[in-house]
DNA sequence: CGCCGTCTTGACGAATCTCAAATAAAGTGG
DNA sequence: CCACTTTATTTGAGATTCGTCAAGACGGCG
């Protein structure tokens, strides 16, 4: 019997410390391959969508206690990540949408010369891995900000049962939809705002999306760095940085290093909707 | 029997030339409803998924000859517009998507205080009105830049075609999918590039949709005002209009209205990737 | 305790916006 | 088709926002 559970130290020895930026194998890749101990999978008390918590989020949404049990059948993994373990890489061969059980990551999106940029903080219950279904290869990466469990949604099986169950299709073209919807919501942020209000922004829609999975609203710990903010933003660090304290000077948040408190909500709106 | 054209100064008895503001009906809407005549309807040779020359970037792609047919026959009606016709607005119900024949359009985001976005700008070939998959409703304007036919493709009608033909549902994926990928270059342009390197980074996409649909990549006439121009990448039309200047004095290109000839499309290329 | 990554803050400069005015182009009604 | 109105475009000057560079503070971790 292997041990269900190893040691945190264990848990990743082919990975050097030092080699953050080598071209690793992903989650994702051992995870397909199983060329190594499936030391990331998740054994333990398996997760049921019918019991998940996340579920309303989630592509299962609203389907039959059967198909519901089918859907559940599809997961090929439950997977954890470390802090700053990546789940898949641009140009990795798609295979699987990911469902996060817990934790939170970014997905960074590259391009060849330098420019890189974050283009989305996903936390519980966001499912990820869309940007590689229109070729049949990420276009983006995926890094953990924190521990994290994922399901691994095969996307191939997904499509197979959409055959027979058209919720199962139709939910995946909503999620689709409204992913499109979220990147549109980002755009006009990009062109329409300034720094302070997409600050504002981001900060609100964090907000929301604590409150749509039960957390306080008002009260949260950003798991990213300004760097990162700055970058989904299109904002420098120090701009962020900045803005910040502005706000806690204007006496409309409390930050103290990533914990972040609101403490006026409706003028934070004002400031996106009317520029002050 | 009704005339099958009807002169062009007839087209829109009902909608006076003062009204461009008022909420008036859109296309999109005497189509569903059937409340009017429909003079938009085309009627004429009628077209065929078939023997359409777009088929390869359109939906039934790939369709055995059977489901082609079928999918031919799922086409709700061919709709015309003249230029700043309306095909949808915010908030508007959603029930089909729609695939342009001919002609262009552009889809704006509102946002309930004044702040507006060109978010994309479309021809024959693409397929708009995706956005209102996610919630059942648009949640952004389709306007034609000229006049336009498109044909409107029942959405509840595709998701039953998609339960018979597998292909039809991956096509369907696919499409959206693509979209994602599309706004997501786009986020990356508005978060990390420079005035210059937008402009030029526009300039190579319509260039490079151009050569797709076979027509010259080098030369091509802007469908779009400057306004819109700068509206889409995150600029003023004043900072549009320096920079065509500017690229014309530099040699990059030569422009006389809305014609742009690329006259140095690897400038243009490094500009975007080196920022010169 | 000292290192390293992260964060804050200031001073300065560049990119972009705003306002304004002149010109060009397109649309309208006779 | 013309005269007229409206809309679109160009260009300049000055203001503003944001980025760059740089120095120091903070905080976690070995």
């Known amino acids: 019997m292997m041990p269900r559970r190893v040691p945190l130290k264990n848990r990743m020895p082919a990975q050097p410390a030092a ?29 049921h969508c019918a019991t998940c918590h996340l579920q309303r989020l989630c592509l299962p949404f609203g389907l039959e206690p059967g198909v519901m049990q089918m859907f559940d059948e599809l997961i090929g993994k439950r997977l954890r990540l470390k802090k700053s373990d990546t789940l898949y890489r641009p140009g990795e061969r798609f295979s699987a949408l990911y469902a996060i059980r817990s934790g939170s990551c970014k997905t960074v999106l590259l391009s060849e010369d330098g420019r890189d940029q974050v283009s989305g903080c996903h936390m519980a219950g966001d499912i990820i891995g869309t940007d590689g279904i229109g070729v049949g290869a990420h276009d983006c990466q995926a890094t953990a900000l924190e521990d994290m469990e994922v399901c691994a949604l095969p996307f191939a099986r997904i499509e197979e049962l959409a055959q027979d169950h058209a919720r199962v299709g139709q939910n995946m073209h909503r999620l689709l939809a409204r992913e499109i919807s979220r990147e549109r ?92």
């Open 185 to 276: 919501r980002v755009m006009l942020m990009l062109g329409t705002m300034r720094a302070d209000q997409r600050l504002a922004a981001f900060l609100l829609d964090l907000a929301d999306r604590y409150r749509a999975r039960g957390y306080s609203a008002t009260e949260f710990v950003l798991r990213v760095t300004r760097d990162e903010i700055g970058s989904y933003l299109g904002l420098k660090l120090e701009t962020v940085s900045r803005l910040l304290s502005r706000m806690h000077r204007d006496g409309l948040i409390l930050v103290q290093g990533r914990t972040i408190k609101l403490l006026d909500t409706p003028q934070l709106k004002r400031m996106i909707d009317t520029g002050q």
């Open 19 to 47: 080699g953050r930026r080598r071209p690793a194998e992903t989650i994702a890749d051992a995870h397909q391959g199983a060329r190594r101990t499936r030391l990331h999978d998740v054994k333990d008390p398996q997760p």
